[in-house]
T-cell receptor, first 112, second 112 residues
């Protein structure tokens, strides 16, 4: 059974600082997704990572995937308040659309 | 461009009552999903439909049934609601494995 662990689960940071959210998973996979959820809202897709070494960037967020280490990172550069949200990674295994497991989420709070 | 539309947005049921959550997408996606989100649990897959005419169980299917009415619509039915089914329910759709999920705005269900 695939386990997906995110850490930290809660992150309070100051504007302008850098930080990294980690997503570890327990079974071989080459499909990993990052989503953002604002309080009381739906989930929005941020990145789709489909191969070892994949790196994608959008604004102050950069995601990477190391399938050998079974690890994805979401790096935040020079955080701003607008990035405050909960971030989820989700990992697919076995090539079935039913096998998509979400992490528990990292609640990020960026303070001035 | 509506995307994924869920109805209702809020619902309160008494234990033992039944109801159907409706979901429709206008993006011509093949795959549709139902998730539930509980505090501290991330998202868990209830049922999914990889294509029109097929449905499969996810991680937590007990107490639920689904119908893929056509390519656009995927409904979730609770036959006899229980307090443990109090949750936020999200419908999602995608073109396939290598594509992200597009989520609806969610249905907040309370069972008393």
């Amino acid at each position: 059974e695939l386990k997906v662990e995110q850490n930290p689960l809660f992150l309070s940071m100051q504007e302008g600082k850098n930080y990294t959210i980690y997503c570890n998973y327990s079974t071989t996979s080459d499909r990993l997704y990052w989503y953002r959820q604002d309080p009381g809202k739906s989930l929005e897709s941020l990145f789709v990572l489909l191969s070892n070494g994949a790196v994608k960037q959008e604004g102050r967020l950069m995601a990477s995937l190391d399938t050998k280490a079974r690890l994805s990172t979401l790096h935040i550069t020079a955080a701003v308040h607008d990035l405050s949200a909960t971030y989820f990674c989700a990992v697919n295994y076995g090539g079935s659309q039913g096998n998509l497991i979400f992490g528990k989420g990292t609640k990020l709070s960026v303070k001035p | 461009n509506a995307g994924v539309t869920q109805t209702p947005k809020f619902q309160v049921l008494k234990t033992g009552q039944s109801m159907t959550l409706q979901c429709a997408q206008d993006m011509n996606h093949n795959s549709m999903y139902w998730y539930r989100q509980d505090p501290g649990m991330g998202l868990r897959l209830i049922y999914y439909s990889a294509s029109e005419g097929t449905t499969d169980k996810g991680e937590v299917p007990n107490g639920y049934n689904v119908s893929r009415l056509n390519k656009r619509e995927f409904s979730l039915r609770l036959e006899s609601a229980a307090p443990s089914q109090t949750s936020v329910y999200f419908c999602a759709s995608s073109t396939g494995l290598n594509s992200p999920l597009h989520f609806g705005n969610g249905t907040r269900l309370t069972v008393t």
